[in-house]
C-alpha cells in the first residue's frame, strides 16, 4: 500500500540529512510503528508519504501511485492524519471538525450527517450528546477520539498518525491504544505510527521500523522478533532490558497448551466435603460461574483469566493469587481448562510468539501479526 524508494531529505545548511537513501514498505491493513530517539527522521519520513515534506530525493508510492503525480491537496484528502496536539477547529462544533473533509470532497449535507454519526458510534462517543459540543468542552480523550474520526470521515485507505496519544495521561493513554487496536480489527486501515515509546511501539504495531539518526533504520521487524534478536548494539540499546517479559505480552493464552479441568457443582461439594479426592484440577462451579478450586478451599483467592489475554496478563493474575494456577475461560465465560506457570516457562518461546490477526505481508496472511 505504501513505498518508499531510496527517500532522502536534505536541508539546506546542515552538513547530514535528515533521511538519507530510505526504502519500506506498508502492506495493507497493517500497522506499521516508525520508533527512535528524538531527531532521528521518523515524522519527516512520515510526512513525506503526504507531502507535508518535499523528499529532496527519492520516490513515494501510495496504492502504487506516485505520490508527485497527485495535487498535494488530494492527496491528502485520501490520507487520515492524526497529530499528537489533535489540530481540532476550536470555532466548528465536533460534527463540523468530523465533516471537515467531507465537505471539501462534496459529500452531501445527509451522508455527512450520517457518517459523524457513524463514526461518534464507533468511537463510544454518544452523538446527540457530542455532535454540537465545542473541542474546548472535552477531555483530551476525547478530543483524540474526536481527531482520530475526522482522519477516518472520507475512508481513507491510509492513516498517519504521529504520536497521537502521546501528551495523554498513562491511563488514558493505555485505554485508547486498546481502543485503537480494537477498532482497527475493524476496520483494517494501513497505518504508519510515530512514536518514541517502545512499549507503545510493541503493543501497536505489526512491524517496527528502528530508526537511528539520519533517517537510516537500524531494524524492520515484528515486534517479538525484536525483542528477541536485536540487530545490533543501538537497537539492544534503545529496545532496553526485559525483552523477554515483554515477549509475555505478545503471547496470547490460546496459544499455549491447557490442561482439562473438572467441575464439581457447589452443592455437590458440600455434600461431600473438601477432603473428598477431586480430580487433579477440579473447580467448583455454581450455575457454571467458577467458584474456587476444590482442593484449594473456598477462602483461597482463584486466578481467573481470558483466553484472549496475554500471558503476561496471566502470570500477573496468578501471582495475585499467590497461585501457580490460572482457570482458564472463552469470551463467553466456559471454562477452557487451566494454564499452569511451568506451561509458561516451557513453550513461552520467542519463536513461537505471534499474533492472529489477518494482517497481509508477502507471505500471506498472518505473516506480519
Excluded at 520508533?35 to 527522521?41: D, E, F, H
Excluded at 487520515?80 to 462544533?93: A, K, M, N, R, S
Excluded at 467458577?290 to 496471566?314: C, H, I, K, N
Amino acid at each position: 500500500m505504501i513505498r518508499l524508494d531510496r527517500v532522502s531529505k536534505a536541508y539546506p545548511g546542515l552538513d547530514a540529512a535528515a533521511v538519507a537513501d530510505l526504502s519500506l514498505e506498508v502492506y495493507a491493513g497493517e500497522i506499521v510503528v516508525l520508533l527512535g530517539p528524538s531527531g532521528c527522521g521518523k515524522t519527516t519520513t512520515m510526512r513525506m508519504i503526504n507531502r507535508l515534506i518535499e523528499p529532496t530525493s527519492g520516490r513515494v508510492y501510495v496504492d502504487g501511485e506516485d505520490v508527485t503525480d497527485v495535487d498535494a491537496d488530494h492527496l491528502r484528502r485520501r490520507i487520515g492524519y492524526v497529530i499528537q496536539q489533535v489540530g481540532l477547529l476550536p470555532h466548528l462544533t465536533v460534527g463540523a471538525n468530523i465533516g471537515l473533509v467531507p465537505r471539501t470532497l462534496g459529500w452531501p449535507r445527509s451522508r455527512i450527517d450520517q457518517r459523524v454519526t457513524e463514526l461518534l458510534e464507533l468511537l463510544g462517543l454518544d452523538p446527540d450528546a457530542y455532535r454540537q459540543r465545542y473541542p474546548k468542552q472535552l477531555s483530551g480523550g476525547e478530543q483524540q477520539r474526536v481527531g482520530v474520526a475526522r482522519a477516518l470521515a472520507a475512508d481513507p485507505p491510509v492513516m498517519l498518525m504521529d504520536e497521537p496519544f502521546g501528551a495523554l495521561d498513562p491511563i488514558i493513554r493505555d485505554r485508547l491504544q486498546d481502543e485503537f487496536l480494537q477498532l482497527q480489527e475493524k476496520i483494517r486501515k494501513t497505518v504508519v505510527f510515530v512514536t518514541h515509546d517502545i512499549e507503545e511501539a510493541i503493543k501497536l504495531g505489526d512491524r517496527i521500523a528502528v530508526f537511528r539518526k539520519g533517517g537510516q533504520i537500524a531494524q524492520f521487524d515484528t515486534p517479538a522478533r525484536l525483542l528477541a534478536q536485536p540487530a545490533d548494539d543501538f537497537v539492544a540499546s534503545f529496545i532496553g532490558s526485559g525483552g523477554s517479559v515483554r515477549l509475555l505480552g505478545l503471547q496470547r493464552v490460546s496459544e499455549l497448551p491447557l490442561e482439562p479441568v473438572a467441575t464439581v457443582d457447589a452443592a455437590t461439594a458440600r455434600s461431600t466435603g473438601l477432603d473428598a479426592e477431586p480430580a487433579e484440577h477440579s473447580v467448583v462451579v455454581d450455575a457454571g460461574r467458577p467458584l474456587y478450586w476444590q482442593r484449594g478451599g473456598a477462602d483461597r483467592p482463584m486466578a481467573v483469566v481470558r483466553s484472549t489475554q496475554t500471558v503476561f496478563e496471566a502470570l500477573d493474575t496468578m501471582l495475585a493469587a499467590h497461585d501457580e494456577t490460572a482457570l482458564v475461560l472463552d469470551e463467553d465465560g466456559r471454562i477452557r481448562g487451566c494454564l499452569r506457570a511451568g506451561t509458561v516457562m516451557r513453550h513461552a518461546h520467542p519463536d513461537e510468539v505471534g499474533r492472529t490477526a489477518s494482517a497481509v505481508g508477502p507471505g500471506g496472511p498472518g505473516e506480519w501479526r
